[in-house]
């Protein structure tokens, strides 16, 4: 308790720019939340449906009665579906389909993480401002016969260097929530390219056998 409240009165030193400083780590935070609900509701690839799709010449009825128990929502369904519905025509259509689907999956992935990046960049700008602001403050005590209220000019270089510390840590705190969910993107888009691929191979497949 004692942690917490030296901790508020901390922040308070740090003056007013602590207030959009709060604003920016409330944004990050939330942003960070929404995305890992994101990805562990709707972009986790089950064992069943990801052993399925690697099985050669799985049955079609079988794929969608897993993809009829996942949320509408859901990536992999969105992705596969298409695929499925596509299926009867010739395999480059499907495709064409297929990575338009997969580009509007990207897009929403991607949604908000321009926020976190530029984050990144305006919290330590942010910082800098209330460290000029401070040490202005202190230097506008310090008369022309030196110091005349040191605990002033003391506050004033503690909201120097508290705005600082504060801009620093939230923009670390941004850049790795930027970094981690970027990769996670990109890993989701590489395995869903590739489970496609898997199932254009058994369109291909189906298609050779009712030529023959």
Do not use: C
């Amino acid at each position: 308790m004692q942690e917490l409240q030296a901790t508020w009165t901390a922040l308070k030193l740090g003056g007013l720019i602590i207030v959009p400083l709060s604003l920016l780590a409330i944004v990050a935070l939330a942003i960070m939340l929404e995305k890992a609900f994101v990805y562990w509701r709707y972009a986790r690839l089950s064992h069943d449906l990801l052993n399925l799709v690697e099985t050669y010449g799985f049955a079609w009825a079988d794929l969608e009665k897993i993809l009829s128990g996942l949320d509408e929502r859901h990536y992999y369904k969105r992705f596969f579906e298409v695929v499925i519905g596509n299926r009867h025509h010739p395999s480059w259509w499907t495709e064409s389909r297929a990575a338009d689907e997969a580009q509007l999956i990207e897009t929403s992935l991607a949604r908000r993480l321009w926020m976190l990046e530029t984050i990144v960049t305006a919290a330590p700008l942010l910082g800098l401002v209330g460290t000029v602001v401070g040490m202005m403050r202190a230097f506008q005590i310090i008369g022309g016969e030196g110091i005349v209220n040191p605990t002033a000019v003391t506050g004033g270089v503690a909201e120097a260097l508290i705005a600082t510390v504060v801009g620093l840590v939230i923009a670390l705190i941004a850049l790795f929530g930027f970094n981690y969910f970027s990769r996670l993107q990109s890993q989701t888009m590489d395995e869903m390219e590739r489970l496609g691929t898997r199932l254009i191979d058994h369109i291909r497949l189906d298609q050779e056998d009712d030529r023959s």
